[in-house]
C-alpha cells in the first residue's frame, strides 16, 4: 500500500499533467477561432484517450514494460492504438469525433463529398492524426511511471545500501572492541606483574577507554575532543608500561573545539605503532601527530620496527578492520598512505570535509 505522502505527491502530478495538456487545447482551440471553449474540447476522443492513458499507466506498463517483456509491451501498445482510432472512426460522427469548432465552416456533406473524394490517402491522413495523438497519451503515461518506478527502486536501493554499511559497520566495531580490550588488559597485566606503583593509574586509564567505548564509540559521530581525549588515556597507559616513556613522542596541533568525526578511526593505527614499535627488550620508539585544520584532521604516525616481528596472522586484524571502516565511512574523503622502508612503518592519514558542530547538534 502506498503512503499517503507518495500517493498525494503521484495524483499531484498526474493532476498537473492533464492541467497542462488541457491548457494545451485551449491554447489551439484559442489560436484557430479566436476564442476559449471548455466544453468544446472535451469530445469523445479526449476521454477515450484519457481511458487509454491509465490502461497503459496502471496494466501495461507495470505487466509487460517493468518486466522487461518490451516487445511484446509495443506492440500491444501499437495494436490498442490503432485498433480503437480506426473503431472511433467507423462510428463515431464528425460532430463528435472532432472539437467542435474544426467542423465549423465545413461544407454539407453532398458537396464536401464532391470537392474532396474520401480516398484511400485522404482516410490515411484523416486517421493518421488522431493516432498520433493517441500514441502521444501512450508516451507521456509510459515516461511517468516508468520515472515514478525507477525513483522508488532507487530509494529501495539506498536504503537497501545503508542498511548492508550499517551491518558491516557494527560487525566492525564487535570485531574492533575485543581486540583492543584484550591489547589494553594486556597493558595492565604487564604491570601487575610487575608490580608496579604505576598498575591503579593504569586501572583509571583503562577505565576511561571503557567508558568512552561502551558510551560513545556506537554513536554515529562524536566530538573530536573526546576522541583526542580517548587516545590521549590509550598513549598514557602505554607510557605506563614502557621503560623508555621518553621515546614516545605525541602532539596535537590546531583547535578540536566544535568538530565532530566518526569514532575509533585513529587508535588502530596507534595500537599498531606500539606493538610493532617495540624489540624484544621493551623498547619503543613511537612518534605521533594530530593536526587540526578548518574541514580536515591529519594523522601522522611512525614507528620504529622492532626485532621480533610479530605474526601478521595474529595482529593484523586492527589496521585490516580500520581501512575496512574507512572505505566505507569516508569513501571519496580520506587519502591514506603507509609506508615501510624496513626500519620505519609510517602511517599518514588525511579526513576530508569533518562535520561542525551545527551540523552535529541538528541530526
Known amino acids: 500500500m502506498k503512503a499517503p505522502k507518495k500517493l498525494v505527491n503521484e495524483v499531484l502530478l498526474h493532476f498537473l499533467v492533464w492541467l497542462c495538456w488541457f491548457g494545451v487545447?485551449?491554447?489551439q482551440s484559442y489560436s484557430r477561432t479566436g476564442t476559449i471553449d471548455f466544453t468544446s474540447n472535451l469530445s469523445p476522443r479526449f476521454f477515450i484517450n484519457i481511458v487509454l492513458f491509465y490502461f497503459n499507466y496502471y496494466y501495461l506498463v507495470p505487466k509487460l514494460l517493468l518486466k522487461k517483456k518490451i516487445l511484446p509491451y509495443l506492440f500491444i501498445s501499437l495494436a490498442i492504438i490503432v485498433?480503437?482510432?480506426?473503431?472511433m472512426e467507423l462510428t463515431l460522427p464528425p460532430d463528435l469525433l472532432f472539437h467542435r469548432e474544426e467542423i465549423k465552416g465545413l461544407p454539407r456533406p453532398e458537396d464536401f463529398a464532391r470537392r474532396f473524394p474520401r480516398d484511400d490517402w485522404f482516410k490515411f491522413k484523416m486517421f493518421i492524426g488522431p493516432a498520433i495523438g493517441g500514441a502521444f497519451y501512450f508516451v507521456v503515461?509510459?515516461?511517468?511511471?516508468?520515472?515514478?518506478?525507477?525513483?522508488?527502486?532507487e530509494r529501495i536501493r539506498e536504503k537497501t545500501e545503508n542498511e548492508k554499511i550499517n551491518s558491516e559497520l557494527q560487525f566492525l566495531k564487535t570485531q574492533l572492541n575485543p581486540h583492543f580490550l584484550f591489547n589494553s588488559l594486556n597493558a595492565v597485566?604487564?604491570?601487575s606483574i610487575k608490580k608496579s606503583p604505576d598498575t591503579p593509574e593504569a586501572i583509571i586509564s583503562l577505565s576511561e577507554l571503557m567508558r568512552y567505548m561502551i558510551y560513545e564509540a556506537n554513536k554515529e559521530v562524536v566530538y573530536l575532543e573526546k576522541e583526542l581525549e580517548y587516545i590521549k588515556s590509550y598513549i598514557q597507559l602505554q607510557r605506563l608500561r614502557l621503560p623508555n616513556a621518553e621515546d614516545v613522542y605525541f602532539n596535537i596541533y590546531g583547535d578540536d573545539k566544535g568538530k565532530t568525526i566518526k569514532p575509533l578511526l585513529f587508535i588502530s593505527f596507534i595500537e599498531n605503532a606500539f606493538k610493532y614499535g617495540t624489540d624484544y627488550t621493551g623498547n619503543t620508539w613511537v612518534k605521533i601527530n594530530i593536526s587540526i585544520q578548518e574541514d580536515k584532521v591529519h594523522l601522522f604516525v611512525k614507528n620504529k620496527i622492532g626485532i621480533i616481528q610479530k605474526s601478521p596472522e595474529s595482529s593484523g586484524i586492527g589496521l585490516k578492520n580500520i581501512q575496512n571502516r574507512l572505505k566505507l565511512?569516508?569513501?571519496?574523503?580520506?587519502?591514506?598512505?603507509?609506508e615501510n622502508d624496513g626500519n620505519y612503518y609510517t602511517i599518514n592519514l588525511t579526513i576530508l570535509n569533518i562535520q561542525s558542530d551545527e551540523v552535529y547538534n541538528n541530526r
Open 189 to 191: 597485566y604487564t604491570l
Open 25 to 27: 487545447m485551449l491554447f
Open 83 to 87: 485498433v480503437v482510432n480506426y473503431i
Open 329 to 338: 565511512l569516508y569513501p571519496e574523503t580520506h587519502k591514506l598512505d603507509i
Open 141 to 153: 503515461g509510459t515516461i511517468i511511471r516508468v520515472y515514478i518506478e525507477w525513483n522508488k527502486n
